[in-house]
C-alpha cells in the first residue's frame, strides 16, 4: 500500500511541477499569432500588429524583445486595444517607453481599456491620455484616424468604454456619424471589451473588428477553452481568437500580453497579434 501512495504523490508532485512551469512560462514567454483577413478593395497587402493588455509587463529589458519582434514583423499599423497600465500599480514610464519605441516603427494608434480609464476617472491622472500622445500614440477616443498605405484608404475606428455606456459619452454619436462615411478601402472598428461587438458594433459597417480585454479565459482548459471572463461568467464565447459577426465582419479578441490580478495564466500563453489583410 505503501507504494501506491508514494507513486501518486510522485504523479501530484510532477503536475504541481507542469503547472508552475506553465505558470512561469506565460509569465516571460509570447507567442505570434497569425491572422489572415481577406478584403475586395485593398490594392496591396497591409499589415496590422495588435497589441493589448501588456499591463506593464516587459519582454526583455524595456520591451528590447517585443521591439526586436515587431520591427522584424515589420508592420504597416501597430493598433492598441488597451490596457498598457494597471490600476493600483503606480507609474508606467516602460509602456511610454513602449510606444516611442514602436512609434519609430509605424503609426501607432488605440485605445483606453477599463485600467487607464480607472487611471484617468478614478485616480485623476488627467496626463495619461496626454503622455501616451507624447509617446506617439494616436489615442482614439470615439474617434477615427485616417491612413494612406499602398494608396488605400484605411480608416480606424476607436471605440471607448463599456457597452452599457454606448449612448452616454458619445460612442454611439461617434459610431453614427463615422457610418455615414464610405471613402475608404478598408474600416477596423477597435476597442476594448469583445462584447462591445456581438451587442452593439457589430450593427455598423467595418471589415475587422478587434479587442482585448478578457486575458484570454485566464485559465485555458484543454479540449474546452477559456474558462471565465467577468463579462460573460464561466465558458464565455468571446475570449481569443477569430468570429464572424453578424456585418460579416472579422473580429479578432487577443489573449493580451499581461496580467492584471493575482490570478495566473494557465495553459494561456500570451499573444501579439499579426494580421494580414490582402
Keep these: 500500500a505503501m507504494k501506491v501512495v508514494g507513486e501518486i504523490s510522485a504523479i501530484e508532485a510532477s503536475a504541481d511541477g507542469a503547472l508552475f512551469s506553465n505558470i512561469d512560462y506565460?509569465?516571460?514567454?509570447?507567442t505570434a499569432e497569425f491572422y489572415q483577413i481577406s478584403s475586395r478593395k485593398l490594392t496591396h497587402r497591409i499589415r496590422f500588429v495588435f497589441l493589448s493588455d501588456v499591463h506593464l509587463r516587459e519582454y526583455g529589458e524595456d520591451n528590447a524583445d517585443l521591439v526586436a519582434d515587431i520591427r522584424n514583423l515589420a508592420p504597416d499599423l501597430i493598433l492598441l486595444g488597451g490596457d498598457l497600465v494597471t490600476y493600483g500599480v503606480s507609474g508606467y514610464d516602460n509602456m511610454l517607453?513602449?510606444?516611442?519605441?514602436?512609434?519609430?516603427?509605424?503609426p501607432v494608434c488605440g485605445v483606453l481599456g477599463n485600467h487607464e480609464?480607472?487611471?484617468?476617472?478614478?485616480?485623476?491622472?488627467?496626463?495619461?491620455?496626454?503622455?501616451?500622445?507624447?509617446?506617439?500614440?494616436?489615442?482614439?477616443?470615439?474617434?477615427?484616424?485616417?491612413?494612406?498605405?499602398?494608396?488605400?484608404?484605411?480608416s480606424i475606428l476607436g471605440v471607448e468604454g463599456q457597452p452599457q455606456d454606448f449612448d452616454k459619452?458619445?460612442?454611439k454619436e461617434f459610431m453614427d456619424q463615422a457610418e455615414q462615411e464610405t471613402g475608404y478601402d478598408f474600416r477596423v472598428c477597435m476597442t476594448h471589451v469583445p462584447t462591445y461587438f456581438p451587442d452593439i458594433l457589430e450593427n455598423y459597417s467595418?471589415?475587422?473588428?478587434?479587442?482585448?480585454?478578457?486575458h484570454g479565459g485566464i485559465?485555458?482548459?484543454p479540449k474546452i477553452g477559456p474558462l471565465y471572463t467577468a463579462e460573460e461568467g464561466f465558458l464565455p464565447t468571446y475570449a481569443g481568437g477569430t468570429y464572424v459577426l453578424q456585418n460579416d465582419a472579422a473580429l479578432i479578441v487577443s489573449?493580451?500580453?499581461?496580467d492584471s490580478s493575482q490570478w495566473p495564466r494557465i495553459n494561456n500563453v500570451p499573444e501579439l497579434?499579426?494580421?494580414?489583410?490582402d
Design 26 to 30: 506565460n509569465r516571460t514567454h509570447y
Design 97 to 106: 517607453s513602449l510606444c516611442r519605441q514602436l512609434s519609430e516603427i509605424a
Design 117 to 154: 480609464d480607472e487611471l484617468y476617472f478614478l485616480d485623476n491622472d488627467r496626463d495619461l491620455v496626454q503622455r501616451f500622445t507624447d509617446a506617439g500614440v494616436t489615442v482614439l477616443r470615439n474617434e477615427e484616424a485616417v491612413y494612406d498605405l499602398y494608396g488605400n484608404s484605411v
Design 169 to 171: 459619452y458619445g460612442a
Design 206 to 214: 467595418f471589415e475587422l473588428g478587434l479587442a482585448g480585454h478578457t
Design 219 to 221: 485559465v485555458r482548459l
Design 255 to 258: 489573449r493580451g500580453l499581461g
Design 273 to 277: 497579434s499579426v494580421i494580414d489583410v
